[in-house]
């Protein structure tokens, strides 16, 4: 199996998704970009320049909250032609306010073409049919000595509901999401360095089967190629209102927090090679800001 490509996501299905644009960002994720925010604390790089990684899925309030920490940051928004408006809206603070004025001009853009030094994409990877692709333009996307920071669902969230869909003999009800430890050797593939990964569980709880069902329409849709494709009916729906109905009306959600550095690529050398001095400046320059030494990353 490749784990490049997950098997059981449908392409199409995630292209629809990617597409589809939400009125307002999923409570979950914007829950998600506060936790992963106290993991800026440990970086000691403070960015010049960073770009937000759709921030409609992946939290609204999370992009005030990142503007605050890095005041003097240039700002890039990537999102999808059809959502700049919407998003111009929702990022426009009131001409009366000091923050329209003393902050900088943030840029919405539907591919980014000047790197940054801080790539920041939440709850995005999981719901990715390439996720190899998406790597490669975070990649793309930053500066050498750049980061990454990124979140995504691990391969125990919902397990309620999908025991619940195995003994009902129905198809799953969600794709299988990828390990922690897998998206580690994939951001080395990815040219990533000194990658890092830690989880949490989040169990969120509720008053009815109704408000639960709500909640994961916000979150994501079901991507998995042997999903029940055709319209399901009010009977079905009423059966799986009463199954949830019996059991605790709870979600848990693993969720996988990552963050990688952008290495500077290495010269190649072989038994008679052609260096620019450009290149030999470079790295030269390097070396004497590192001191000659890389601390080593690893999966936790």
Known sequence: MNPSRPPTIDPVAAQRWQRLRLLESPWLHEEVARRMQERLDLIKQQ???????????????????????????????????????????????????????????????????????????????????????????????????????????????????????????????????????????????????????????????????????????GLGRNLHVQRFTSLRGHVWHQRLLAELAKKPLQLTFEVLYGHAFKPAPRLKVSAQSEISLSEMRSALKRSQLTGGHHSNGGNT
């Open 47 to 217: 960015p010049q320049s960073w770009v937000h990684w759709e921030p409609l899925k992946g939290g609204m309030q999370a992009h005030d909250a990142l503007m605050q920490r890095y005041a003097k940051a240039s700002c890039t928004v990537l999102e999808a032609q059809s959502a700049h408006r919407h998003v111009h809206q929702l990022l426009q603070s009131p001409w009366w306010t000091a923050q329209r004025w003393l902050r900088p001009r943030v840029q919405v853009v539907d591919s980014v073409v000047q790197p940054a030094q801080m790539v920041w994409a939440n709850m995005q990877l999981h719901m990715a049919s390439d996720p190899q692709s998406v790597l490669a333009d975070w990649h793309c996307a930053l500066q050498v000595d750049g980061f990454l920071m990124f979140s995504c669902l691990g391969p125990d969230s919902l397990q309620e509901l999908q025991h619940l869909y195995r003994s009902l003999g129905w198809p799953a009800p969600c794709h299988a999401f990828t390990d922690m430890h897998d998206w580690g050797d994939q951001l080395v593939a990815a040219g990533f360095a000194e990658p890092v990964m830690d989880m949490e569980r989040i169990t969120l709880t509720f008053e009815t089967p109704e408000r639960l069902l709500q909640e994961l329409r």
